[in-house]
Nanobody
Framework: QVQLVESGGGLVQPGGSLRLSCAAS????????MSWYRQAPGKERELVAG????????NYVDSVKGRFTISRDNAKNTVYLQMNSLKPEDTAVYYC?????????????WGQGTQVTVSS
C-alpha cells in the first residue's frame, strides 16, 4: 500500500533551520505532484509549498517565500522542505501530500505528519 513517512521535525529556536523529508513507497513517485501542508492548533490546514512531478515547477504560500525551499529526488522517492529563518508562527504539524490526476480520476495520499515547534 501507499505510504508517505515524514521526518525531520522538532524544536528549533526562532531564526533556526530544519529540513523535513517525506519518503514515499507503494506508488510511482515520479508521476505525482508533491506538496507540503501545515496545520497549527485551531487553524485550518494550509498549503505551504508544492512541486511538480518533474521537479521543474514550484509554488509557495506568500508567508514562506524566500525562507522555505521545496525539492524532490525522484531516484530516492523523497520530497524535502528546507525551512530557514523559522518564526514562531511556523509552528505546526507539517504533512506531505502526493497527488495525481489520471484518466479522470484523482489519487491523493497523505503522510501522518511531523511536528515543528519554533520557540525560544
Amino acid at each position: 500500500q501507499v505510504q508517505l513517512v515524514e521526518s525531520g521535525g522538532g524544536l528549533v529556536q526562532p531564526g533556526g533551520s530544519l529540513r523535513l523529508s517525506c519518503a514515499a513507497s507503494g506508488l510511482m513517485f515520479s508521476s505525482y505532484d508533491m506538496s507540503w501542508y501545515r496545520q497549527a492548533p485551531g487553524k485550518e490546514r494550509e498549503l505551504v509549498a508544492g512541486i511538480g512531478s518533474a521537479g521543474t515547477s514550484t509554488n509557495y504560500v506568500d508567508s514562506v517565500k524566500g525562507r522555505f525551499t521545496i525539492s524532490r529526488d525522484n531516484a530516492k522517492n523523497t520530497v524535502y522542505l528546507q525551512m530557514n529563518s523559522l518564526k514562531p508562527e511556523d509552528t505546526a504539524v507539517y504533512y506531505c501530500k502526493a497527488g495525481l490526476r489520471s484518466w479522470g480520476r484523482e489519487y491523493t495520499y497523505w503522510g501522518q505528519g511531523t511536528q515543528v515547534t519554533v520557540s525560544s
